[in-house]
C-alpha cells in the first residue's frame, strides 16, 4: 500500500536554485540528441514534416509527461527505482527497474559517441581538418574501432562519472550554470555564421521548408518524430524523477516544463541551421550525409570546412568543443539515476554508487563499441522503452494516482485551469498517442510491413 508520508527524502541535498534546476534539466535535454538527432532525422526524408510532427508531440503528449515525471519525483522524494513504488504501490517497481535499465544502456553508448566527439575535436585541433571525404572516413573508423573507442569511452565517463560524484550541488549544478550559456551563446554564433554561407538558403530549405506531405504516412518519419521528441527531452527514462527529487514545493513544475522544452527544441533547430547551409554549401559532403547519423556529424562537418581553411578550423573546434559539453551535461544525468537509486535503495554512500555505475555502464558499453550493429540495435530498443516508461508514467500519473499529481500541483501553486488542461491530457491524449507511437514504432522496426 502506498504510504507517502514514510516516503522522507533519502538525503538533505537540494538545489541551489531554481534556476539551477532548469538549467541542470535544459542541460540534460540538449545533448547530442539536438545535434545530430535533428539533423540526421530529418535529413531521413521526413523533412518539415518530420519537425511538425515533432513539435506538435513535444507540446501536446510530451509536456504533461514531463510535469508527470518531475512530480514523481517531487512528491516521492525518492530514487527513480523507488518513487513509482512508493507512489503507486508494490505493482509498480518494473517500472523503477525499466528506468534504470534505460538509463544505463542509453549512457552505454552514449559514452562511446563522446568518445569520438572528444577525438573529432582534438584531431581538428592537433591536426587540422580532413582534405576530402576519404581522409575523413579513415579518420572516423581509426577512432570508431580497436582501442581507442574504449579510451575514449572510458574517458568521457570518467568525467561523467567525477561530476556526479561531486553531488547536486556541487557537481551537476555548478556544470550546468557555466556551461549552459555558454552552450546557447556558441550555437547562436555559429548559426549566424552559417547564414552568411553562399548555400544558406538551400540549406535551410531542405531542412524547414521541405514540405512532403505523404511523410505523414510515412512510418519512419512517425517513429523517427516520437524517438527524437522523447530522447532529446530526456523524457520516460527517470531522469526528471531524479533531478526533481532534490526540489522543493517553491517550483512552478509546468511553466519549468515549458522553459525546458522550449530550450531544448530551440538548440535543435539551432543545430539544424548551423549544419545544414553547411551541407547545402559545400557539395563533396552531400554524399556523406544520410549514410549514417555519423556521417552527418564526423564527416560532412570538418570535410566540408576544411575548404575554409583556418576558419573552417576554427569553426569545427568550436562545433566540437559545444558538442562534448552539451554531451557531458546530458550524460550526468543519466548516470544520477543508477547512482540515486544505489544510495536510495542499498544506502552506498555517493562515491561507492559513482564507482559501481561507471564500471557497470563501462561493461554494458562493450558490444555496441565493438560492433555497428549491435550499437543501432542498443538505440532502437532504448527507443521502445523511452516510448514504454512515458506510457507507464502518463498511466500511474493519469490515472492511478490523479489526486497526487494535482495536489502537487496545487501545492505549488499552479492555476487551476493549467491543472484540468494537464490532467486530461495526461488521462487521454499523452497514453493513446505514446500507444500509437510504440506500435508505429514496433512496426517499422520489425519490418512488419514485409510479414503483413
Ligand atoms: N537528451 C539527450 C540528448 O538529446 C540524451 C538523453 C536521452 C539524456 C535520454 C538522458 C536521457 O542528447
Not at 509527461?65 to 518531475?70: G, K, S, T
Not at 508494490?90 to 549512457?107: D, E, K, N, T, Y
Not at 492511478?400 to 493549467?418: G, H, P
Amino acid at each position: 500500500m502506498t504510504n507517502l508520508n514514510s516516503t522522507q527524502p533519502r538525503s538533505k541535498e537540494n538545489w541551489n536554485s531554481r534556476i539551477g534546476f532548469v538549467l541542470a534539466a535544459a542541460g540534460s535535454a540538449v545533448g547530442l540528441g539536438n545535434l545530430w538527432g535533428f539533423a540526421y532525422r530529418s535529413s531521413q526524408g521526413g523533412g518539415a514534416v518530420f519537425l511538425l510532427l515533432y513539435v506538435l508531440i513535444v507540446l501536446l503528449v510530451c509536456i504533461p509527461v514531463l510535469v508527470a515525471e518531475m512530480v514523481l519525483g517531487r512528491s516521492t522524494g525518492s530514487s527513480p527505482f523507488l518513487a513509482p513504488l512508493n507512489l503507486g504501490g508494490r505493482v509498480w517497481q518494473p517500472m523503477g527497474v525499466v528506468f534504470v535499465i534505460a538509463s544505463c544502456g542509453i549512457l552505454s553508448f552514449y559514452a562511446i559517441l563522446m568518445g569520438w566527439t572528444a577525438d573529432t575535436f582534438f584531431h581538428s585541433l592537433f591536426f587540422g581538418l580532413p582534405e576530402n571525404i576519404q581522409e575523413a572516413k579513415s579518420f572516423i573508423s581509426s577512432v570508431s574501432t580497436g582501442s581507442s573507442v574504449f579510451l575514449g569511452q572510458l574517458l568521457s565517463l570518467l568525467l561523467t562519472g567525477i561530476v556526479v560524484a561531486g553531488g547536486i550541488k556541487g557537481g551537476i549544478e555548478k556544470l550546468a550554470r557555466w556551461s549552459m550559456p555558454f552552450l546557447f551563446g556558441l550555437v547562436i554564433i555559429l548559426a549566424v555564421w552559417s547564414a552568411t554561407l553562399p548555400g544558406a538558403w538551400d540549406g535551410y530549405q531542405d531542412f524547414l521548408l521541405k514540405w512532403d506531405f505523404s511523410q505523414l504516412l510515412n512510418p519512419t518519419t512517425i517513429r523517427n518524430a516520437f524517438a527524437q521528441a522523447f530522447f532529446s527531452l530526456s523524457l520516460g527514462i527517470g531522469i526528471m524523477v531524479a533531478y526533481s527529487s532534490y526540489l522543493n514545493k517553491k517550483n512552478q513544475l509546468p511553466k519549468e516544463s515549458l522553459v525546458i522544452a522550449g530550450l531544448d527544441t530551440s538548440v535543435g533547430i539551432l543545430a539544424g541551421m548551423v549544419t545544414f547551409p553547411i551541407i547545402a554549401t559545400f557539395p563533396q559532403v552531400q554524399e556523406a550525409v544520410g549514410d549514417s547519423f555519423i556521417s552527418t556529424l564526423f564527416v560532412a562537418l570538418p570535410t566540408g570546412l576544411s575548404s575554409l581553411g583556418f576558419t573552417g578550423q576554427i569553426i569545427t573546434i568550436l562545433f566540437f568543443a559545444l558538442a562534448f559539453i552539451a554531451a557531458l551535461t546530458s550524460s550526468i544525468s543519466l548516470l544520477e539515476v543508477p547512482v540515486s537509486s544505489l544510495i536510495d535503495r542499498f544506502g552506498l554512500n555517493r562515491n561507492k554508487a559513482v564507482i559501481l555505475s561507471t564500471i557497470f555502464v563501462f561493461l554494458l558499453g562493450i558490444p555496441p563499441a565493438l560492433s555497428e550493429e549491435v550499437f543501432g540495435n542498443y538505440s532502437n530498443i532504448m527507443d521502445v522503452l523511452l516510448l514504454l516508461g512515458g506510457f507507464l508514467i502518463s498511466i500511474l500519473l493519469g490515472w492511478f494516482v490523479t489526486r497526487k499529481y494535482d495536489e502537487d500541483l496545487a501545492n505549488s501553486y499552479t492555476n487551476i485551469n493549467v491543472r484540468r488542461y494537464l490532467r486530461f491530457m495526461l488521462r487521454w491524449i499523452s497514453p493513446t498517442a505514446i500507444s500509437f507511437g510504440l506500435l508505429i514504432t514496433l512496426y517499422d522496426l520489425l519490418g512488419l510491413k514485409e510479414i503483413l
